[in-house]
């Protein structure tokens, strides 16, 4: 016999967008699809190619056709489809150096293209963060600028052009991670701003996302207090339901950045914050970049279950965010239906991007092009989270294909010699930086190898925050394409 909360695990189900670990699906997810779990998301660790992405989410859709499937795909730094071999599309961060919405709205529609075929839904993007603090560790070259309004007008591109390709975007991270010095993987960042400044500032790119239709807005685990002083953004009703919902009009789904993140975990609980965030107005909750199993999934699950006996959480509210997860899984099954706006850019419209978007300045730019086998270094940071340390990065590889005989070394914080440019001799020596402003033993390697080649030619793959070399060369982002489009540059290749 059916109890009065016979049906609250399935309703609980229908608002976890887990993900789990394997390049097929688990017996556990699909039988919880069978049971009311209405999403799920991929990571690096699911994909092999798109191919076999394609057969994933097949299997998938044989258990319950209108599962949302969605991915964390910048088509920047930030990489999950080409996880294994980088981007192919230069990034955020250098659309916003080229300032050309109809460029911005190409690259993200080819990418929407691309996910639809591969059975993707959702995608966590894009970045609509105006990154005005260059000491963030977590943004960066991640956000399309440090203007607002640029920002902005890159974000409704960008959300035209994905959604014209049959992928549901997902603007974020809101109210606006830009102005931090915290990792919010790591600990609670704190925004300071004014309500002037973050309405002048912060919210401009999210109310453009809104106006351009964006069906979904993930929160950020962002302290603000002109906002709430007490409740991060995720767990915040007076931001989530206040702000977003009642005075930006937002009436699609918001999902949670990852809800094991120690920003909200540490002071929550996994599954307290997660019952917080769907009290406050949050629709859906992502989980499993870290915790990826099934016990994972049945913790929050049961969780939410008791939060509604309790009389914690209303009923009323988590059948309000399963009517929105079941309305943007329509919206999924429609855009599938009717297919993309037309077929993918027959050029390769990324490597066009990340060719525009490189810029060369410096006392000696004619130095340029080198035509013989160079010395590459690569200094190598330690990367965020959201990044991975899976995806390859730099120049070497491609210079090594125009100029036949280059080396490559790369260095770490630890390991950087007295001179990092003594294995040059008299070949021309190229040092490769990322975010040479945010390491102080990085901007040293690099002071020491100048000081003992100063003909060196410094390619920045981050944010070019600090312009030294002879010629200075900035792509404005660390992806495949860019590294291309930067080998191209140094030999002249185009």
């Known amino acids: 016999m059916t109890t009065p909360t016979g049906h609250l695990p399935a309703l609980a189900a229908a608002v976890l967008q887990p993900g789990f670990v394997g390049t097929t699906p688990p017996d556990w997810v699909c039988r919880w699809l069978g049971e009311g779990l209405g999403s799920v998301v991929l990571f690096a660790r699911n994909v092999v190619d798109p191919e076999q992405v394609a057969t994933l989410t097949a299997t ?53 293209i691309e996910l639809a075929a591969a059975g993707v839904t959702l995608n966590y993007a894009p970045d609509a963060d105006v990154n005005s603090n260059p000491a963030n560790p977590v943004i960066g070259v991640r956000s399309f600028g440090a203007d607002p309004a640029l920002v902005a007008r890159h974000t409704a591109a960008w959300v035209s052009g994905l959604q014209a390709g049959g992928v ?58 002109a906002l709430d002083p007490q409740l991060p953004a995720t767990l915040s009703q007076r931001i989530l339901s206040g702000l977003l919902r009642d005075e930006m009009g937002f009436s699609g789904v918001v999902v949670t950045d990852a809800v094991e993140m120690r920003a909200v975990a540490d002071r929550y609980g996994f599954a307290g914050a997660t019952v917080r965030a769907l009290a406050a107005g949050a629709d859906a909750i992502c989980v499993g970049g870290e915790r990826a199993d099934e016990q994972a999934a049945r913790e929050l699950r049961d969780a939410i279950v008791a939060a509604v006996v309790s009389g914690e959480l209303p009923e009323e509210r988590l059948a309000e965010a399963a009517k929105r997860v ?53 200094f190598e940071p330690l990367r965020n989270i959201a990044i991975g340390a899976e995806t390859p990065w730099g120049i070497g590889a491609p210079l090594g294909e125009l100029l036949p005989g280059t080396s490559t070394v790369r260095y770490a914080e630890p390991d950087v010699p007295a001179n990092p440019g003594a294995g040059a001799g008299a070949r021309p020596l190229v040092l490769v930086v990322r975010d040479l402003h945010r390491h102080d033993w990085m901007f040293a390697a690099v002071r020491r190898a100048l000081a003992a080649r100063p003909d060196a030619v410094v390619v920045e793959m981050g944010v070019p925050e600090v312009v030294t070399g002879a010629v200075h060369l900035a792509t404005h982002g660390a992806t495949r394409a860019s590294g291309r489009a930067a080998a191209e540059v140094l030999t002249g290749a185009r």
């Open 168 to 225: 549901a975007a997902c603007a974020k991270h809101f109210p606006g991670h830009g102005d931090t010095r915290v990792d919010s993987h790591h600990d609670l960042p704190r925004i300071t701003a004014d309500r002037h400044r973050l309405d002048t500032c912060e919210l401009v790119p999210f109310r453009a996302a809104v106006a351009a239709g964006v069906q979904a807005v993930m929160t950020g685990h962002l302290l603000v207090p």
């Open 60 to 112: 998938l859709r044989a258990e319950r056709p209108d599962v949302i499937v969605a991915i964390d795909e910048e088509a920047g730094d930030v990489t999950r489809l080409e996880s294994a071999q980088g981007s192919s599309r230069p990034g955020n961060f250098a659309l916003g150096v080229v300032d050309d919405p109809e460029l911005t709205e190409a690259v993200a529609r080819d990418l929407g």
């Open 326 to 378: 079941g309305q943007l899984a329509a919206w999924t099954m429609a855009a599938r239906a009717a297919g993309p706006a037309g077929a993918r850019d027959a050029a390769d419209v990324g490597l066009v991007a990340a060719r525009r978007a490189v810029r060369v300045t410096g006392p000696a730019t004619d130095a340029l092009p080198l035509t013989r086998a160079a010395h590459v270094v690569e």
